[in-house]
């Protein structure tokens, strides 16, 4: 039984020792002695250590959200009886999208348009007035032109008369008219003495308003155009009317600004887009009662949209207005060029983000607010930096690494600082220099000071 273990373990080594001279044998066929160090040398793959640009490309997710909202509302209260369109539906600027009743404006506007009726008619009845009150002043000129005529008559009667009572006086003398005769001769001159001076108190009586004095006494200078004058006095004596009439006008003009007010009071219940875009919420129906600068709906403009991404505090220093950003909206299938048009100068209070912005146009409407979208943003500062195969690395850990340069055909060990990994290649931004010759794809067997070649 003995013999037999022995036997066995006996095979077992002399198999490994085997297999260690292969694994030996496999190694070494790579490797080469050093005739003049005597050490063996490592067969390796080189890459020389050279600067390129560094294109910085940060990759996101974000949403489409609108350029613009407007919420629409009523500036008086009413029902709506008209509000065809319902969420999603495209409206245009100026298009009517809802019609409010409200009666009381309605009874309102019945009561002005008929103050204004009335206010009319009042006006109307005061230039009427005027009419006839300067036909009248025109009669009163005329008639105290007829009474200044009657009383030069009178006056050349009266001269006549005195003529033939002269002649009377005379044959009186001689005994031709007698006594009583005379003296009756003598009171019909008196008589008609006396009428004249009655026209002309009647007159002067009449005269009043119309003489030069009035005219002055009013603050008018005295034309010496007879017609000029004469409407000067028309004017004077119809001045209570003028007023009468500068009243009822001031009435029509209250009447017609109320009326206006109302007008416009009503307008507003006519409710028309103040954007063009899509109903984006509809908070009445048709039938519903609305409150005075009550939100009826929400227009979204969408002619140009913003593609919405956040960006993290160590990212967003890296990037300004106008930085060019790549689109993708997966929904669509299509891509968009783009610029930073807005950056938040605020945080988000709960992630520490940064939101950012892109206008996209939208002109046949076909992307949505809410869609997902990818962006591409590169950095307008372009560095350089030392760029090298990620195979290189020997170890990694996240913004640093360590890799093997070759000194004088040693193996020599460098850390390294990688501003950043992308697509296959590191950029290293410390610990090596340009021209410096790198060790590809190192083995795990090869150690600081080996000597290598390739």
């Known amino acids: 039984m003995s013999a037999k273990i022995r036997t066995s373990k006996s095979f077992f080594v002399i198999s490994f020792a085997l297999f260690l001279g292969a694994c030996f044998s496999f190694v070494s066929c790579d490797k080469k002695e050093d005739a003049a160090a005597g050490t063996i040398s490592e067969k390796v793959s080189i890459v020389e250590a050279k600067k390129e640009k560094y294109v910085e490309e940060l990759n996101s997710f974000g949403t489409i959200t609108y350029n613009t909202k407007n919420d629409v509302t ?28 409200n009666v009381q404006l309605e009874f309102q506007k019945e009561q002005y348009e008929n103050a204004l009726t009335t206010a009319n008619a009042s006006l109307a009845i005061q230039k009427n007035n005027l009419r006839e009150s300067r036909l009248g002043v025109e009669s009163k000129m005329l008639s105290l032109e007829g009474d200044l005529l009657n009383i030069q008559q009178k006056e050349l009667e009266l001269k006549q008369f005195q003529e033939q009572l002269k002649n009377k006086i005379e044959l009186h003398e001689i005994g031709g008219v007698t006594d009583s005769q005379l003296k009756q001769l003598q ?18 009586i009449s005269s009043l308003g119309m003489r030069d004095q009035d005219l002055i006494d009013a603050g008018y200078k005295i034309p010496s155009n007879p017609e000029e004058k004469k409407k000067l006095l028309i004017e004077l004596n119809t001045k209570s009317v003028i007023t009468q009439i500068e009243a009822a006008e001031a009435e029509v003009r209250n009447a017609k600004t109320s009326l206006n007010s109302i007008n416009k009071l009503l307008d507003e219940l006519t409710i028309k887009a103040p954007i063009s875009g899509i109903i984006g919420v509809k908070k009445f129906e048709t039938g519903e009662y609305v409150e005075s600068n009550a939100v009826i709906a ?17 990212d967003v220093v890296n990037y300004a207005i106008g930085t060019q950003l790549k689109i993708e909206i997966p929904s669509l299938n299509k891509s968009y060029t783009s610029q930073i048009n807005e950056i938040s100068p605020i945080a988000d209070t709960q992630s520490g983000n940064f939101a950012v912005k892109a206008a996209i146009k939208n002109n046949n409407d076909l992307i949505k607010p809410g869609m997902f979208v990818k ?17 290189v690395l020997l170890f990694k850990n996240e913004n640093s690494g360590t890799v093997f340069l070759v000194k004088n055909k040693l193996a020599v060990q460098k850390k390294i600082d990688i501003r950043a990994a992308r697509d296959g290649f590191i950029w290293v931004s ?15 067997f090869l150690k600081e000071g080996q000597s290598v070649s390739w």
Do not use: W
């Open 74 to 101: 009523s500036l008086e209260p009413g029902q709506i009886y008209y509000f065809p369109f319902k969420e999603g539906d495209t409206i245009s600027k100026g298009q009517v999208m809802a019609r409010l009743k």
């Open 187 to 204: 009171l019909e001159e008196k008589s008609r003495i006396t009428d004249i001076e009655i026209l002309k108190k009647q007159h002067e």
């Open 298 to 314: 929400t227009i979204i403009e969408t002619s140009s949209v913003y593609a919405l991404i956040y960006l993290q505090e160590k």
């Open 375 to 391: 962006c591409s943003i590169i950095n307008n500062v372009q560095d350089e930096y030392i760029k090298l195969p990620e195979s």
């Open 430 to 444: 410390s610990g090596i220099s340009e021209k410096d010759i790198v060790i590809n794809n190192p083995s795990p």
